[in-house]
């Protein structure tokens, strides 16, 4: 049923479109990695963050509370 949704959606899109959608069906088969030496600072900021109980927005908050 989805199958046949989708397929009739793409009936109706113009080349520039398709091409788009071709790029993302590309993207989910592939599922490439991540190149060797990307940025890796959300791995530092999540381990920063792990030790945080209330979780980082209460924290903000708190210290905002504190300073009025």
């Known amino acids: 049923m989805l199958k ?3 397929i009739s959606q793409i009936d109706t899109l113009s080349i520039e479109e398709l091409m788009l959608i071709y790029g993302y069906i590309e993207l989910l088969k592939g ?3 991540l190149p060797s030496g990307t940025n890796k600072a959300h791995l530092q900021v999540r381990e920063a963050l792990a030790g945080l109980k209330s979780g980082l927005s209460n924290d903000i908050l708190a210290s905002r509370e504190e300073r009025i």
């Open 31 to 33: 599922r490439p990695q």
């Open 4 to 6: 046949e949704q989708v």
